[in-house]
């Protein structure tokens, strides 16, 4: 087969590699790439992929920062982080929502996010992640709730195995 000497669609969007497609490209290809756009968030945080990646330069953007909330709880019959009782817990503690503290989590991780929402109340609300700071033990207490979830999970949408 051969191999491409540029990445991903022309579109120039990101390009949502696992680390071992991500380790491939940067063998093969002549131009490195920039960005890899991904699912991340508390319940799947690929701390290896984000960490492999930014030890090589590339950006990494959160395309599912929020764990897909109602969008994927109801196509994919997953389960939101947003719901998880400790964090909002921590909600709580920094006077926020569950969804500000997730994003505050994934801005000082540094990873770029990408929250979707087609209400109002909730793009301004996402914008309110600049006026406080997760503490190291808040921040090591999110890195605990990991689960190697993916909520954006369209093998189980499509009934098919996708990783096979």
């Known amino acids: 087969m051969a191999r491409?000497?540029?990445?991903?669609?022309?579109?120039?969007?990101?390009?949502?590699?696992?680390?071992?497609?991500?380790?491939?490209?940067?063998?093969?290809?002549?131009?490195?790439?920039?960005?890899?756009?991904?699912?991340?968030?508390?319940?799947?945080?690929?701390?290896?992929?984000?960490?492999?990646?930014?030890?090589?330069?590339?950006?990494?953007?959160?395309?599912?920062?929020?764990?897909g909330s109602l969008a994927n709880t109801e196509r994919f019959g997953s389960v939101s982080c947003l719901d998880d009782q400790d964090l909002k817990g921590l909600a709580e503690k920094y006077k926020k929502t569950v969804a500000q503290v997730v994003l505050r989590w994934g801005i000082q991780r540094n990873t770029i996010i990408i929250p979707k929402s087609s209400k109002q109340e909730r793009l301004e609300e996402n914008y309110k992640v600049f006026d406080f700071e997760l503490t190291k033990e808040d921040m090591e207490f999110i890195k605990s709730k990991d689960r190697k979830y993916r909520t954006n999970n369209p093998a189980k949408f499509w009934g098919l195995d996708l990783y096979a």
């Open 4 to 67: 491409s000497s540029t990445l991903g669609p022309a579109s120039g969007s990101g390009y949502n590699y696992d680390i071992f497609l991500t380790r491939d490209c940067l063998a093969y290809s002549k131009i490195k790439p920039a960005v890899n756009q991904i699912e991340t968030h508390p319940y799947f945080q690929r701390d290896s992929l984000v960490n492999f990646c930014q030890k090589h330069g590339i950006a990494v953007t959160a395309h599912t920062p929020l764990g």
